[in-house]
């Protein structure tokens, strides 16, 4: 080597160490960009919902009027609930008499749940469908508006109620306190 030539740097290969350090600061970068994203946009109501969004309100008028037209038979539908409990599900399943089953669930006040659900088919079908396997034994009756109830207790520990009526068999249960419960029991009326 002459004087005036400099030594030339040779390029050595990144260490795995290196590598790895490189990748974890790139993704930590992306988070963070995604993360800003996430919680500046619009899509934020994707992952964080409001209490509206959560449970939107339903209308289960077909669902009653599908019930009626394949059993035959009234439905039995709640009256007059206070303006504070809103219908947030309803479905109908089955197309004979013997199967026909509809559901309808509702947030009461607190946030808390009470759902309606009948059958013209099997009573303890639909009791085990709804409630579970602990749901088929009865605990107790009460007396709610003039009617008799079989007082029973769900798989998830809720307290549950039933009766049947006219061939059509009601279960109502929910998270709710005993007063709401009570209360949807109460109100309900041929449609």
Request: with cysteine.
């Amino acid at each position: 080597m002459t004087p005036t030539e400099t030594p030339t740097e040779v390029a050595r290969p990144k260490s795995l160490r290196d590598s790895l350090l490189d990748m974890a600061r790139s993704l930590g970068l992306l988070a963070i960009i995604m993360a800003a994203v996430l919680f500046l946009t619009p899509a934020r109501g994707l992952i964080f919902p409001d209490q509206k969004d959560r449970m939107p309100p339903v209308d289960y008028s077909s669902v009653v009027s599908g019930f009626a037209q394949v059993t035959h038979h009234p439905a039995l539908v709640p009256a007059n609930l206070p303006s504070s409990w809103r219908a947030n599900a309803s479905s109908f399943f089955g197309n004979t008499p013997a199967n026909a089953h509809f559901h309808i669930g509702w947030v009461t006040p607190g946030n808390q749940y009470a759902g309606l659900d009948e059958t013209t088919g099997d009573p303890n079908g639909l009791i085990s469908t709804v409630l579970g396997k602990r749901g088929a034994t009865v605990t107790g009756t009460t007396t709610i508006g003039g009617a008799v109830w079989q007082l029973r207790i769900s798989d998830m520990g809720e307290r549950s109620l039933t009766r049947t009526v006219d061939g059509v068999t009601v279960v109502i249960t929910g998270n709710g306190r005993i007063a709401d419960i009570n209360l949807l029991c109460a109100s309900l009326r041929q449609s």
